[in-house]
């Protein structure tokens, strides 16, 4: 979205309030370093509330992560393998009784294949994206998470909504 030029935070967070994507088209997605955000309706997951997009206001944040290569890590890992994804885990866990995900044990709790493609199919139709290109995004993540608190960041989620998304990963974790 944004070249590839030293964002600070609030730069960065602009560049991640910019027009989302929906999963089904991302040719856009460069193959470079930066940060990415997921984004979701208000009725998706409705016990975690995040902060509203400021551009649209029928999507909340759920999650913001970084990447050596955005195209790599969205696609290769969290639309495609849960054993290399905490955001897919953790979606997998809030969703598993409600979807009856079935899980195995490799070197970590994974979901099944049949039930990859299906947590995939669901990211999908529920989920938006942007990104933001950065040179060193582990520079500003901290910035950006603390400003924005998006649930899903385990380790900058507080209260209810921590104990919430800390449940549903020990839940998946303990279901193979």
């Known amino acids: 979205m ?3 030029e030293a964002l600070g935070p609030a730069a960065t967070i602009a560049a991640l309030s910019s027009t989302t994507h929906p999963l089904g088209d991302l040719t856009a ?3 470079v370093s930066g940060l990415y955000a997921w984004w979701a309706a208000p009725e998706i997951l409705p016990h975690l509330p995040g902060p509203a997009h400021p551009r649209h206001e029928d999507l909340r944040l759920l999650y913001i992560g970084i990447a050596s290569n955005l195209r790599r890590r969205i696609i290769r890992n969290h639309l495609r393998r849960s054993g290399s994804s905490t955001l897919r885990r953790t ?4 969703l598993l009784a409600e979807h009856g995900y079935r899980t195995e044990h490799t070197d970590r709790v994974v979901l099944i294949a049949q039930d990859e493609a ?3 199919d669901w990211m999908h139709i529920h989920l938006h994206l942007t990104w933001c290109e950065h040179p060193e995004p582990s ?3 901290p910035t950006v998470i603390a400003r924005w608190a998006p649930p899903l960041n385990l380790n900058h ?3 209810a ?3 919430i998304v800390a449940a549903a990963r020990t839940a998946f974790n303990s279901s193979a």
């Open 2 to 4: 944004t070249a590839p």
């Open 29 to 31: 997605l460069p193959a």
């Open 91 to 94: 979606l997998a866990g809030l």
């Open 118 to 120: 299906r947590i995939t």
């Open 139 to 141: 520079a500003v993540e």
């Open 157 to 159: 989620a507080a209260g």
């Open 161 to 163: 909504i921590r104990d």
